[in-house]
């Protein structure tokens, strides 16, 4: 039997039955969060009475001062009067920090009745709720929707129960055709994911440990790693099993014919995937330094003395940075320009940015930098590739951003165009972080390296501050 979702009034309106508030409400997507939010503003059963309204907002005041928080920028938040009436936030990526913040802040004082919330909130984070709600088995992904893993169930349910406040944790599963209860039981039951390593020969990373090392002694060091050792043990079980099944296919005489042929096919190819998995961190080191032999940053068992400042750029576009200074892209950029194609390629191509106005870059420079993107695409095979793509839209948001005089200016530019505040704060970030990293060039490029650090200092201006300290 497939059951309807349950809408959030019946799920609020229960819990507060039951005495199972506060509660965090998990959901899959980000409209869903906002879409329960938009409903239980419009529903007058929701309404918190006057007394509990003005609890929140001297709690919100109390927040704004601790954090030295512009009033504006939350008592002008879209979702500001709905949290106050029903004392329900929603709490997603595509949300400014400072919002997130303040949802965690009352939700931590016992001010929230529910937080609707996507996985961003299962980890990473700590306050208390009585109850935590499951509404989907499954998550989406870059390649689709999967089922929920250990971990990341562990983790949702892992929200409930108060520390000193409740003898027990309560989580709830919503029935649904995407929430199974009967899934969700199994993935409790699994057992935790296994240790992983998070090392892999990417660029910057190959690029910075080579300042310090030759060539063979990285390949030493790669060797020892804990990637290569559980490669190792990994590849060893899968030889174990495909000499079982050579065992048993050996004294299975009824196995003949084209089920032979097809066991020994099998047999041999577990035998190859072992030896290329057992081979895997070699085999990625040296794909890492070809592409780096091609474009120039190492030549020999060393680096050149262009690889020498470029590994001075720790970020995922390290090449593509590097490819651009060396080129000459940056020389002579006005100050919005050289901001404005550093963002081009720090976005998300799979987000909409802002474009409702015309972009004040030059078409021949998204040129140029489309030409570097691709030269390190074709040169660059290794681990750590990454689909970069120039986006001119991105570059107009972070440079109209860093042109604009107020927040509410820009966030209103950005609600016409349909753009999520959160997915510009990633790119506002992202594009920080570059350009930060690009301030490190001061010996070998000091007049880029000024310019990076004073058009960083532009983008993160409140609400973008990365100074979140409690005052």
Known sequence: ????????????????????????????????????????????????????????????????????????????????????????????????????????????????????????????????????????????????????SSAEFQQMAGRAGRRGKDAVGVCLITPSK???????????????????SSYFAAPSTVLNLLKYRNVDDLQFTVERSLAAFLDRKNASRMREEALNEQGDADQDRGLTGEKLKRVEKRIRRKLREADELEKKQETSLAQSLDGLR????????????????????????VLELGEAISDGIFDDCALFELVGLVASIAGDPHRPYFRLKENPIKAEDFKKMNEVVTRVRQKYQGPGSSEVAVMPDA????????????????????????????????????????????TRLEKTHPILAQSAKVGRARLLRPPFSEALIPT
């Open 1 to 148: 039997m497939l059951y309807p979702d349950f809408p959030v009034s019946i799920i609020l309106r229960e819990l507060e039955h039951d005495d199972l508030l506060p509660a965090i409400l998990f959901r899959t997507a980000r409209k869903q969060c906002d879409g329960d939010v938009e409903a239980l503003s419009r529903n007058p059963n929701a309404v918190l009475p006057l007394e509990g309204q003005q609890r929140i907002e001297n709690e919100v005041q109390a927040v704004i001062k601790k954090y030295n928080f512009d009033p504006s920028f939350i008592t002008g938040y879209p979702q500001y009067q709905s949290l106050v009436v029903t004392g329900v936030g929603a709490h997603h990526a595509g949300q400014l920090l400072i919002w997130r913040l303040l949802l965690e802040e009352l939700m931590s004082r016992g001010m929230l009745r529910m937080m609707i919330a996507t996985g961003t909130v299962a980890a990473g984070v700590d306050f208390p709720a009585r109850t935590a709600v499951v509404t989907a088995h499954s998550k989406r992904g870059a390649e689709g929707f999967s089922v929920l």
């Open 178 to 196: 995407f929430s199974d209860a009967r899934v969700l039981l199994e993935v409790s039951k699994r057992p935790p994911e296994p240790l992983r």
């Open 294 to 317: 091609a474009l120039g940053y190492v030549e020999g068992g060393s680096l050149t003395e262009k690889g020498y400042w470029t590994a001075e750029l720790c970020t995922s576009l």
């Open 395 to 438: 570059a107009l948001t972070v440079v109209t951003w860093m042109e604009s005089e107020t927040w509410p200016e820009f966030s209103g530019l950005l609600r016409l165009s349909g753009v999520a505040d959160g997915d510009v704060a990633r790119l506002v970030s992202q594009t920080a972080d570059h350009l930060n990293q690009m």
